[in-house]
């Protein structure tokens, strides 16, 4: 009798659904990875990882590329499909996109970005008590990354040098932010207001671009 997951990423149905999932959240903050390096990463043998690929191949949640490294056999990268998506929060994006399509229609461009600007209020508001105590550039970070892992973006916080990297591995509004492209627009501006002054934030990679996750780099000034 197969058994369900409750994973944060999703309901899995599976024999061993707490090891697919984990498979399928390390493709999902990583990128694409060989068996081995899955096995690695997730205390598997290679041929275990392998296995589990196989089944989720099947369902059509993976897919593999090769690449060819010396003159030995090519190697096999693993990496999510886009029917993946289904398996990670998508924060009611159907309702979201008819929603702004209607005040859209309803109230006019004038209208839409008057929303836009009143979520980004809110935002604002919400993360600035989050992480108002916070005595450092990095320890803003991480709260800020905190707190969107809550809301699903499967948000870290990395140093790189003397800069931090806000990373987020999944966009639960995807198709919201695509019928309105004021939302990440205006998310960057609250990053900015919320992280202070003291630093500045540029966006570096997007998902909507059709990077495989959005990355911020904040620089201290």
Same mark, same amino acid.
């Given at each position: @009798? ?15 659904? /707490? ?10 903050? *990583?990128? $694409? ?5 899955? &096995? #690695? ?5 290679? @041929? ?6 196989? $089944?989720?191949? #099947? *369902? ?7 690449? +060819? ?21 998508? +924060?009611?994006? %159907?309702?979201?996109?008819? @929603? ?12 839409? /970005? ?13 993360? %600035? $008590? ?19 892992? &809550?809301?699903?973006? @499967? ?29 990440? +627009?205006? $998310? ?9 002054? &003291? ?15 959005? #990355? ?6």
């Amino acid at each position: @009798m197969s058994k369900i997951s409750n994973s944060p990423i999703g309901k899995i149905d599976d024999a061993n659904p /707490a090891t697919r999932a984990r498979v399928l959240d390390l493709l999902k903050r *990583e990128g $694409e990875q060989s068996s081995s390096a899955l &096995g #690695a990463a997730l205390g598997l043998t290679p @041929m275990a990882a392998r296995l589990h690929l196989y $089944e989720l191949e #099947a *369902e059509g949640l993976v897919t593999a590329r090769a690449e +060819a490294k010396g003159r030995g056999r090519p190697t096999k990268l693993w990496m999510l499909t886009e029917e993946a998506a289904r398996v990670f929060p998508d +924060a009611h994006q %159907g309702l979201a996109v008819d @929603m702004i399509k209607s005040v859209e229609e309803l109230f006019g461009a004038e209208g839409l /970005a008057r929303l836009v600007k009143k979520h980004g209020d809110r935002q604002r508001a919400a993360y %600035g $008590e989050k992480l108002k105590s916070a005595k450092s550039v990095g320890e803003r970070v991480k709260r800020l990354a905190k707190a969107r892992s &809550g809301e699903g973006y @499967m948000a870290e916080a990395k140093k790189d040098g003397r800069d931090w990297l806000l990373i987020e591995n999944h966009c639960p509004i995807c198709s919201a932010a695509k019928a309105c492209t004021g939302l990440c +627009a205006g $998310e960057l501006k609250v990053f900015q207001d919320v992280l202070g002054e &003291g630093v500045t934030i540029a966006r570096e990679e997007h998902i909507l671009a059709g990077a495989r996750r959005c #990355a911020y780099r904040v620089k201290p000034r």
